[in-house]
C-alpha cells in the first residue's frame, strides 16, 4: 500500500506560498487503482513525484509498503552521457534484476537501432520518451504512476507495442493517475480523488469526483 499521514508541501513561489498539500492523509491499497482530478497548476506533477518518492514532504509522513514506480516518463533516473544499453543495465542492478533481460526488453520494444548503444544526450525528445517508456515497462512494480504531463511518443509502431504491454500490466497491477481531464481517468481507476486548494477529497467512483471537480470548475 502507500499511505499519506497528515502530509504539508507547498513552495515560494517569489510573491506568494503555493500550497500543494494541507494535512493531507489517505491510503491506496493495492488492487484498487486511484484516479485524482487536479487542475492545471494545482501540484500534480509535485504530488506525483511526492508518491515516487522525488520530492519530500514539508510535515507528515509518507509510507510505501510496496514497489511503487517512477512516474511514467520521468527522465531523471537516467544518465545523458551514457548510452541507453548502459542506462538500462544500471538501472536493472539497482532494482535486483537481470541486465541482460532489462536490457534486450528496452531494446526491442525501443526500436532505436544503433542509438541505443549511444549516449542518451544524443536522443530526440521522442526517443528518449521512448527509451524511459520501455524501462518503466521492463521493471516489475506494485504501483504505476502516471502524470498526464509527462511525454508521450510519435512513434506508432512503439505506442502499439507499448499501449498492448501497458494494457497487460495495468491489468494485474495498482494505477494511480492524475489529470486534469475526467476522460483520462475512466480507463485505469476504480476509485477517485479531487485536488485543490490543498485538499484531497477522496470518493468510492470516479462519477462522485466528477460531480464535485465539475461544480468546482464552473464555479
Known amino acids: ?25 489517505f491510503r491506496v491499497e ?34 510505501r509498503g510496496c514497489r511503487i514506480s517512477f512516474p511514467l516518463g520521468f527522465m531523471g533516473g537516467v544518465v545523458t552521457r551514457l548510452s541507453a544499453m548502459e542506462n538500462a543495465r544500471y ?28 549516449p542518451l544526450g544524443t536522443y530526440s525528445s521522442g526517443m528518449r520518451a521512448r527509451f524511459t517508456f520501455a524501462l518503466l515497462l521492463a521493471l516489475d512494480f506494485d504501483i504505476y504512476l502516471i502524470d498526464e504531463g509527462m511525454p508521450s511518443s510519435t512513434d506508432v ?8 504491454i501497458l494494457r497487460e500490466r495495468l491489468a494485474k497491477t495498482t494505477v494511480i493517475i492524475v489529470s486534469h481531464q475526467p476522460q483520462t481517468l475512466e480507463k485505469f481507476a476504480s476509485s477517485a480523488a479531487v485536488l485543490r486548494d490543498g485538499k484531497l477529497h477522496m470518493f468510492d467512483t470516479l462519477e462522485e469526483a466528477r460531480q464535485l471537480y465539475d461544480y468546482e470548475n464552473q464555479g
Open 1 to 25: 500500500m502507500l499511505e499519506f499521514d497528515n502530509v504539508s508541501k507547498s513552495f515560494w513561489t517569489g510573491t506568494q506560498r503555493k500550497v500543494i498539500l494541507d494535512r493531507v492523509s
Open 91 to 118: 538501472i536493472a542492478r539497482l532494482y535486483g534484476l537481470d541486465p541482460d533481460y532489462v536490457e534486450a526488453f528496452c531494446r526491442w520494444l525501443c526500436g532505436l537501432g544503433e542509438y541505443f548503444d549511444q
Open 157 to 164: 509502431e512503439f505506442n502499439r507495442k507499448a499501449g498492448d
Open 30 to 63: 493495492l488492487g484498487r487503482s486511484l484516479g485524482i482530478l487536479a487542475p492545471n497548476g494545482t501540484g500534480k506533477t509535485t504530488l506525483v513525484r511526492m508518491m515516487a518518492g522525488l520530492e519530500k514532504p514539508d510535515e507528515g509522513e509518507i509510507r
